[in-house]
């Protein structure tokens, strides 16, 4: 195992963690629907699918709600 030859002083210890934050996401409020989105990603506004303020897909519903498991076994 590797140790170190001088000990790590506190100040250059915190001035490296001084990186660690956490952004908040971009977050946008939409000009047609007034819905808060994150920016670049669709969202679903009253059963539509909106991408970049315009109607994606009417009546969306998602793939795994659609794909439910059938119940006819034998």
């Known amino acids: 195992m590797a140790h170190p030859k001088r000990r790590t002083s506190s100040s250059v210890r915190d001035k490296r963690r001084s990186h660690h934050k956490l952004t908040p996401k971009a977050v946008t409020l939409c000009s047609n629907t007034?819905?808060?989105?994150?920016r670049h990603k669709a969202y679903v506004v009253d059963g539509?699918?909106?991408?970049?303020?315009?109607?994606a897909i009417k009546n969306f519903s998602k793939v795994a709600a659609a794909a439910a498991p059938d119940t006819d076994e034998e």
């Open 34 to 38: 007034g819905e808060l989105h994150l």
């Open 48 to 55: 539509d699918l909106y991408l970049h303020g315009k109607v």
